[in-house]
């Protein structure tokens, strides 16, 4: 009656955009679950924030992906575009370091969209969580703004 017992963990839009299911996502490798269960969004704007509480724990060299966790060890990749790791970090500007505490509010990398679409690299940003296991992901597509609550993971 009072949920008790009941742990669930909300998810917030990392962007704004268009939220689609993951098996959606250009890219086999994200598309097949193969990375872990997620979601993406198609942003309309270059800035990405944390989609969870908790601390930075990778950025990929080339700044086109970032590593979360949260205090129950709930691991969160955010993967910027596809093929994006071929740009180098060029379109990308890091806005947080490792080892820094997040929220949903905080601003973590700042992606030119102009340029990716000049280098033919589609935007899509997917967000999966690689080490999900009983946790069951509910969210609810369609245009979402980021730091909005989108869905749970129970």
């Known amino acids: ?12 839009a990392p962007v704004d955009g268009e939220l689609i299911q993951i098996n959606q996502v250009n890219d086999p490798v ?10 993406a969004i198609d942003p309309s704007n270059g800035k990405i924030f944390s989609p969870i509480k908790g601390t930075v724990t990778s950025i990929f060299p080339t700044k086109h992906a970032i590593g979360l966790v949260d205090k129950d060890g709930l691991e969160v990749l955010i993967h910027i575009g596809i093929d994006t790791v071929e740009l180098a970090g060029e379109g990308f500007e890091l806005l ?3 080892g820094a505490k ?8 700042k992606v030119d969209l102009d340029y990716l679409a000049e280098k033919g690299k589609e935007a899509t940003t997917m967000i999966v969580f690689p080490n999900l296991k009983e946790k069951k992901l509910s969210i609810h597509p369609g245009v979402v703004e980021a ?5 749970t993971l129970e």
């Open 96 to 98: 947080v370091a490792e």
């Open 102 to 109: 997040v929220k949903p509010s905080t601003p973590l990398v």
């Open 147 to 151: 730091a909005a609550t989108i869905g």
């Open 1 to 12: 009656m009072f949920g008790f017992g009941k742990k669930e963990k909300e998810i917030y």
């Open 30 to 39: 994200f598309s097949t679950k193969a990375m872990g269960e997620g979601f």
